[in-house]
């Protein structure tokens, strides 16, 4: 399905309906709230939505799913409390936010670490998300199979144009709540404050912050072009959404209906990487037309030697540690080093 303006305010309309989808007359059986970040606009949403009615559907209607967009129940480390506790059942997050919980769930988001797609699928659907998710099991989380797309990463600012690691000195740059982020930034001599995505426009509408880092999707999803003007497509790091399950809100639900859940939003990861991918290629060419963002395409490669001469890739090689570096570098198929 080609991602336009159309289907997305197609879709917004939809989904703008009441905070909680889907009110109905027979209360379900169960009803279990689904927390994300993302605006109602982005593709995650979009598919979850339709991964949510199936459900419904499928289910003969004993399992109700509410989505709650936009950190509607808090911001993100706020969320994971609340997905631990059991208050919310299932919550999507990036690996690297994760990490503050799941050390080695950042394991994704080593800098430069993906060239391109087709090696973060094979990685994901293989071997390297295989162990992220039984090091996320281990701490008593449920993640679903198929990790969702967040994108490759572009570093966005208010005023300054960033053509090389220099470019990066002293910059004023949010990073989300996690440990990576807060060094890959500091290693590229950046002044990175960490900040949930909630509180992302505010911190830059308000000059907390001169910039902050996010695929182009999120940066037109969640309207960042109003507060930033340049873009330098740096792609230093791949992300993604893990859907996590509280487990004993998982358990409490019988077989068959878990594997319905299962199912439909396995499949649904399929469609929204494709989506996702497509509208951060498109939506270039809109955030410069119609918004006036001026893009920059530096040499990636002085980036990824700024953080290996700041030891950037030693520094994580030692957290991580043998096994789980050597699952990434066979992975990528590179000495990242
Ligand atoms: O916080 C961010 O920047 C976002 C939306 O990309 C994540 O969830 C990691």
Redesign the pocket.
């Known amino acids: 399905m080609m991602i336009t303006r159309r289907t997305m305010l197609a879709g917004t309309g939809a989904l703008a309906l009441g905070a909680a989808f889907h009110t109905r007359a027979h209360a379900a059986e169960y009803t279990y709230k689904f927390a994300n970040?993302?605006q109602t606009t982005h593709p995650l949403n979009i598919r979850l939505k339709e991964a949510v009615d199936a459900i419904l559907e499928e289910t003969g209607g004993r399992l109700q799913i509410n989505v709650f967009p936009s950190s509607q129940l808090g911001n993100?480390t706020e969320t994971l409390s609340q997905l631990r506790s059991g208050a919310t059942e299932f919550f999507s997050?990036?690996p690297?936010?994760l990490s503050t919980l799941v050390p080695n769930a950042a394991i994704s988001g080593i800098g430069f670490a993906f060239p391109d797609y087709e090696t973060v699928w094979k990685a994901m659907d293989g071997e390297l998300g295989a162990y992220s998710r039984s090091e996320i099991e281990k701490k008593g989380l449920v993640p679903m199979e198929k990790i969702w797309d967040?994108g490759f990463?572009q570093i966005t600012s208010s005023s300054k144009t960033i053509k090389t690691p220099e470019d990066l000195s002293g910059f004023k740059i949010r990073v989300?709540p996690s440990p990576l982020w807060q060094s890959m930034f500091t290693a590229f001599g950046a002044a990175p404050t960490t900040i949930?995505?909630a509180e992302?426009y505010t911190a830059l509408s308000t000059g907390i912050v001169d910039g902050?880092?996010?695929?182009l999707a999120?940066a037109s999803t969640?309207k960042l072009y109003e507060v930033q003007k340049n873009v330098s497509m740096t792609n230093h790091m791949w992300?993604g959404?893990w859907f996590l399950a509280n487990k004993r809100a998982w358990e409490n639900l019988p077989e068959d209906i878990r594997e319905i859940v299962a199912k439909n939003l396995n499949a649904k990861a399929d469609e929204q990487r494709a989506d996702t991918a497509q509208l951060n290629q498109t939506v270039r060419e809109q955030l410069t037309k119609e918004h006036g963002m001026t893009f920059t395409d530096p040499d990636t490669e002085a980036f990824r030697a700024k953080l290996r001469e700041a030891g950037f890739y030693q520094e994580w090689k030692e957290k991580f540690g043998e096994e789980a570096w050597t699952i990434l570098e066979t992975a990528v198929g590179a000495d990242l080093g």
Do not use: K
Not at 212 to 215: T, V
């Open positions: 970040n993302l993100d997050l990036s690297l936010i967040n990463r989300p949930n995505f992302v902050q880092e996010n695929p999120i969640a992300d959404f």
